[in-house]
């Protein structure tokens, strides 16, 4: 079993700083720390869309798929916070591809941009997705500092393509 956190309010970070997890200290406006705050962030939406009422037809599945998302983005939060750290493997890029090509399969091609909205659902997905592209633009530019995997990378970009197209799914299907 992994470490228990026993006391929460530590008061370490009253001077605006964090600890990462090598134990150096940043400031907590530092490009990491914004980068894990976005991914967190898209963490929690996915929680919400998780309790959104989907279709049925793909409730399961969408609801599988999104658990083991927010496990993935625990992994890349962890992998954000120690500098050097890489978790995020092909395999769960290639998971995301297989399962965006499955659900595009049954799509119609797009014939023009589409409005976030329809269903509640895939409201939620929407925003999902927009966070997902904001936690991909931080991680982007904690990039050019250096610590930041191709693997990290590629999934969140990978995930907000699969959120887009399971807006469109959750929409069919409603």
Do not use: W
């Not at 600890?19 to 991914?39: F, N, S, Y």
């Not at 591809?97 to 014939?111: C, H, I, V």
Request: net charge negative; hydrophobic share 40%; with cysteine.
């Amino acid at each position: 079993m992994g470490k228990r956190l026993t006391q929460i309010a530590t008061r370490t970070g009253d001077a605006g700083t964090t600890g990462l997890g090598d134990g150096q200290r940043v400031d907590k406006d530092h490009l990491r720390i914004c980068a894990m705050g976005d991914i967190d962030e898209l963490n929690s939406e996915i929680g919400v869309l998780i309790t959104e009422d989907i279709p049925a037809s793909v409730a399961s599945e969408l609801r599988e798929l999104f658990s083991q998302v927010q496990h993935d983005l625990f992994d890349l939060g962890a992998e954000i916070c120690i500098p050097g750290h890489a978790v995020i493997d092909s395999a769960r890029i290639d998971y995301l591809e297989n399962f965006l090509d499955q659900l595009n399969e049954q799509l119609k091609p797009l014939d023009e941009f589409i409005l976030p909205g329809g269903s509640r659902a895939a409201a939620h997905c929407h925003l999902a997705r927009t966070v997902c592209r904001r936690a991909e633009r931080s991680l982007v530019k904690l990039s050019h500092e250096g610590g930041v995997t191709e693997n990290a990378l590629r999934y969140l970009n990978r995930l907000s393509d699969l959120l887009f197209v399971m807006c469109r799914t959750v929409n069919r299907e409603a």
